[in-house]
């Protein structure tokens, strides 16, 4: 398995609070996305990181924030978490850009009641 | 508006028998084509790929068939094993292009 570890990897929280997921690597890879997956809808990109400090925006971006200050660390912020953000979320690194494989971590699996 | 098109959603295969698995895509620009596979409570996990290039890779048990005048591939599992149920997503991305579109993903049960 890739060197990908998800933190929580569970997370029950309320309406309007703010959440932060954390994705940590070993791999020293350049690339590292954050997805949601939700049934019928496969895996959806909301932000990714092609650099420390620097970072873009996904299909599905808003609502969510994210930072990047090391190589290994990409956080996820949920500012004021909705009902709609209950999912499951995957962290995926690769280590270069467009038609490279992606590899993923176990997941984090968020409910916001 | 979802650039790819994955069916069915689910399937249910004997032990031995051939699981087919289709995507269809809209963007012309797509040049990678890979499926993943996952088992609950894991994330996707890289199969096998295929470029606009070739019409068919094989990897084992594991064909993608590439049809770029319809806009469409395919994932053949040959003989099929109780091993293999897991849900399977196709994905498109562009050249160059940082993102991955994601199939909905077909859940696959293969009986013993």
């Known amino acids: 398995d890739a060197g990908i570890t998800q933190s929580p990897r569970h997370k029950v929280t309320e309406t309007g609070t703010p959440v932060t997921l954390r994705c940590h690597q070993t791999?020293?890879?350049?690339?590292m996305y954050w997805y949601r997956q939700d049934p019928g809808h496969g895996l959806r990109l909301i932000h990714y990181?092609?650099?420390?400090?620097?970072?873009d925006k996904g299909e599905v971006s808003d609502g969510y924030s994210v930072s990047r200050s090391k190589t290994e660390d990409f956080l996820l912020t949920l500012e004021s978490a909705t009902s709609s953000q209950t999912s499951v979320y995957f962290c995926?690194?690769?280590?270069?850009?467009?038609?490279?494989?992606?590899?993923f971590g176990d997941g984090t699996r968020l409910s916001i009641l | 508006q979802q650039q790819v098109k994955q069916s069915p959603q689910s399937l249910i295969v004997q032990k031995g028998g051939i699981s087919i698995i289709n995507c269809a895509y809209e963007?012309?620009?797509?040049?990678?084509f890979p499926w993943y596979q996952q088992f609950p409570g894991k994330g996707p996990a890289l199969l096998i790929a295929i470029r606009p290039d070739v019409s068919e890779k094989k990897e084992g048990r594991f064909t993608i068939s590439f049809n770029k005048s319809a806009k469409q591939f395919s994932l053949h599992i040959m003989d099929s094993q109780p091993g293999d149920s897991a849900t399977y997503f196709c994905?498109?991305?562009?050249?160059?292009?940082?993102?991955?579109?994601f199939g909905g993903g077909t859940r696959l049960m293969v009986k013993p």
């Open positions: 791999e020293n890879h350049r690339y």
């Open positions: 994905a498109a991305s562009n050249p160059g292009s940082n993102m991955l579109t």
């Open positions: 990181s092609y650099g420390v400090k620097d970072t």
């Open positions: 995926a690194i690769s280590h270069d850009r467009g038609n490279q494989p992606q590899h």
């Open positions: 963007n012309t620009a797509f040049d990678y």
